[in-house]
């Protein structure tokens, strides 16, 4: 028995034992699982920390992903349009017309009756049929026109007229956009200078050439062009006028600039700059010399330097000097704000061997305050002034919408901007503590870290190394600091991240303009080669005068603007000083209030493009210039940027969602659209459209309904075009004073107008153009 209950308590015992030995194994083998998990997880963290990306890399990687995705959306929407193409304009589709830190300089055409009351071409009326060019703006010669012509052009300049008869030759300075040097070009016009015809590149040297003064001495036509980089003043002889030239003479081994010869009083001078010299101010010298003939020899004046001033007293020659009433004036060129800044010109009072005196005076230049978006609106440093065998005088003159150096500097602005938003992601990483220092703790004067014994005597020897390392401790601690003051869990600590994330947006909308978005400004869209101008007209009353003011400070500075005409319908007129407005603005007060009084015939507007554009609707200058460009190929139609499709049985009035979904249109409204100013007064006030005036009057609605409809009516071809604009705004939604708050009486209305119109005038609805891509990148 006591064996057996030695067995049975060894057998109770064993049991027992087996128990406590399973749960011990299975006690066991979870701790190790356990262990094993935690071993490799922190071994994983190890990894992740100290062998791949730390927390502090990973956000700073994230925040710039962040940031860069704003700023490619950014640049995607303002910068990236895929249905804009610069018609007529090389600069997307030729080798020419690149950007240069240079500029982007043109060449613009002028007429007076004297050379003290020069005014631009589009002043003179004179017009171009081809090109719906009514009238012909400035500039005439551009790096488009002479790259279409077969010579890569990246800018002209230094413009010179030579006059034969009825036909003007000009040469100019182009900077050739593969060779990126600058040649001597020449272009031909038989018409006034309405239009210029590319003849080619009349002098092509090894060297850079510029400002090609052209002179004619018994009977034989000579170039002067500026070749400083080969250290000498050539003159050149025309063998076969104007593109074949061969060197006459080096009249000097000196590396003048801009010099010119000119009779006076019996005794050839000749007037240039030289900078090569010690102590020379650049932009700021000018010497003289004289000869008994142009071909020299040539001897020094007993003055020179004459200047050696700074660059913005007009030393540097500027163009061709003029005699007007028996007195000669002298052009130079103020360098002083940026490198050809404006030219200014000086009466020469005394000219002698041995004495030289001038006093300026003023040109009765008037400058454009459009800024980028004129083609001279930053600059203009040369000028060509001559009197025409009828006694009027032309002239020539070069410009600039951009100053110099404008490519570099927007290149490091762009860097800055991309180095603040990376100081701006660590100040974030720091406050939200993703960023435990700003600088690695080796590098700072605290560290107790292992560090080589080189190093160290290194630096107890160089005490610019015990400063940074002290400055770098310094700013860890005041990250440590910063992070104490400002805590993300409260309200303003949220608030303070809000506006710094903000600043970071506001960099990297300002790096992406840099980068991607050309020189800021909207140019106008030339057709055929040439530019041209229209009158922005709006109706308004007294309730609106807060949109105008926007309006018209806004539409004043758009390049191809020539003036904004207000017809004032209803209250008191404002006072033209009231109106920020940088072109002539005419308020045109009406009598009766009647939206027929758009379409109102009137003398005054000196342009046959005509954009109607409602005084609540804000656009791009830019979409502006693509909707113009696009009336200029079809001046016969109606060309604007908000599209309708009239159909249904009876016709119905519907919104622009209708006609995209249906893909077509058949009318534009009016309220932004360019129109043939004679052809659509005319239709709209003759006898046939006074029903339609009158309907129009009875419902004060339907005006831009009644326009389409008479243009249908004329023709039997399409007569809209739409062009879609980027954007557009209807500021009355602020104002509070849109006319037709009511949307659905104003539809009820319009398709009564539908009906009555088609009574008159025969239905629209048959007509459809469809929405399409075409191949010049309008949609249409």
Not at 87 to 114: A, M
Not at 376 to 389: C, E, I, P, W
Not at 503 to 513: D, M, P, Q
Not at 675 to 702: I, M, Q, T
Request: aromatic share 12%.
């Amino acid at each position: 028995m006591v064996v057996s209950g030695a067995i049975g308590a060894g057998g109770v015992g064993a049991g027992a034992g087996c128990t406590n030995s399973t749960t011990a194994v299975s006690s066991c083998w979870d701790v190790n699982l356990k262990c094993l998990f935690r071993w490799r997880w922190e071994y994983q963290q190890h990894l992740l920390h100290h062998r791949f990306l730390p927390p502090g890399l990973v956000f700073f990687l994230c925040c710039l992903v962040l940031y860069g995705s704003i700023g490619m959306l950014y640049g995607w929407l303002m910068f990236n349009k895929p249905y804009v193409s610069a018609v007529g304009d090389v600069r997307l589709n030729s080798v020419g017309c690149q950007e240069d830190n240079e500029g982007s300089w043109s060449i613009g055409l002028f007429y007076g009756d004297s050379p003290f009351s020069l005014k631009p071409i589009e002043t003179m009326d004179v017009w171009k049929n081809e090109s719906a060019a009514w009238p012909v703006a400035n500039p005439v010669v551009t790096c488009a026109s002479v790259s279409d012509a077969g010579f890569p052009s990246n800018f002209v300049a230094d413009p010179f007229l030579y006059v034969q008869g009825d036909t003007l030759y000009l040469f100019y300075e182009t900077k050739n956009s593969i060779t990126m040097q600058g040649d001597i070009g020449v272009a031909k016009s038989t018409d006034k200078g309405a239009s210029w015809q590319q003849l080619g590149i009349a002098l092509d040297e090894d060297w850079h050439l510029s400002y090609p003064y052209v002179f004619n001495h018994l009977d034989k036509i000579y170039m002067m062009p500026e070749g400083s980089a080969k250290g000498e003043l050539r003159l050149y002889r025309a063998v076969n006028f104007p593109l074949q030239w061969k060197l006459e003479k080096i009249l000097m081994k000196k590396p003048l600039v801009d010099s010119f010869i000119i009779k006076h009083d019996g005794e050839y001078w000749l007037f240039g700059s030289d900078h090569s010299g010690f102590g020379t101010k650049k932009n700021g010298q000018l010497e003289i010399w004289h000869s008994s003939s142009p071909l020299g020899p040539w001897k020094p004046h007993k003055k020179n330097p004459i200047y050696n001033v700074d660059k913005s007293l007009g030393a540097r020659n500027g163009g061709r000097p003029f005699l007007h009433e028996g007195i000669l004036y002298r052009i130079g060129q103020d360098c002083g704000e940026t490198y050809g800044h404006q030219v200014r010109v000086f009466k020469v009072e005394v000219l002698t061997k041995n004495d030289y005196k001038e006093v300026e005076v003023s040109l009765g230049f008037e400058e454009s305050r459009k800024g980028r978006n004129a083609w001279n609106g930053a600059r203009y440093h040369h000028l060509d002034v001559q009197q025409l065998s009828s006694g009027k005088w032309i002239g020539v003159m070069d410009g600039d919408r951009v100053p110099s150096g404008d490519l570099v500097r927007r290149f490091v602005l762009g860097c800055a901007s991309l180095a603040a938003v990376t100081a701006i992601v660590v100040v974030l990483g720091v406050l939200l503590g993703a960023v435990k220092c700003i600088i690695p703790l080796n590098w700072c004067a605290y560290y107790s870290g292992k560090r080589s014994d080189t190093l160290l005597v290194w630096e107890r020897s160089n005490a610019f190394s015990s400063k940074v390392r002290r400055f770098c401790g310094r700013l860890n601690r005041a990250a440590s600091s910063l992070r104490v003051k400002i805590r993300p869990n409260t309200w303003a600590g949220r608030l303070v991240l809000a506006v710094i994330f903000a600043v970071g947006v506001a960099l990297i909308f300002t790096s992406v303009k840099c980068f991607y978005g050309g020189n800021g400004a909207e140019e106008p869209y030339p057709f055929k080669g040439s530019y041209s101008q229209f009158t922005l007209l709006t109706m308004t009353y007294d309730a609106r005068l807060w949109n105008l003011k926007m309006y018209v400070k806004h539409y004043s500075r758009c390049s191809s603007v020539k003036e904004i005409v207000v017809v004032w319908n209803k209250g008191t007129p404002p006072k033209l000083s009231d109106l920020d407005s940088v072109v002539p603005v005419r308020i045109r007060v009406e009598n009766q209030n009647s939206l027929n009084n758009r379409f109102k015939k009137d003398e005054l507007i000196k342009t046959r493009a005509v954009l109607e554009l409602d005084d609540d609707i804000m656009m791009t200058c830019d979409d502006i210039e693509r909707g113009f460009n696009v009336w200029r190929q079809h001046p016969d139609r109606i060309v604007g940027f908000y599209p309708r499709l009239i159909s249904g049985s009876p016709l119905k009035y519907r919104g622009e969602k209708y006609a995209r979904k249906h893909k077509g249109y058949n009318m534009i409204l009016t309220g932004a659209a360019f129109v043939d100013s004679k052809v659509a007064f005319e239709r709209y006030c003759g006898e046939e459209a006074k029903r339609g005036r009158d309907l129009v009057d009875k419902y004060f609605n339907c005006e831009d309904v009644l326009l389409n409809y008479l243009y249908a009516n004329a023709s039997t071809s399409g007569t809209v075009e739409y062009v879609r604009p980027t954007w557009a705004i209807d500021t009355s939604k602020f104002s509070g004073a849109a006319i037709s708050r009511n949307t659905q009486l104003h539809y009820k209305v319009r398709s009564n107008c539908l009906q009555k119109f088609s009574e008159m005038y025969g239905s629209i609805g048959g007509r459809k153009s469809e929405f399409q891509w075409r191949k010049d990148g309008w949609d249409s």
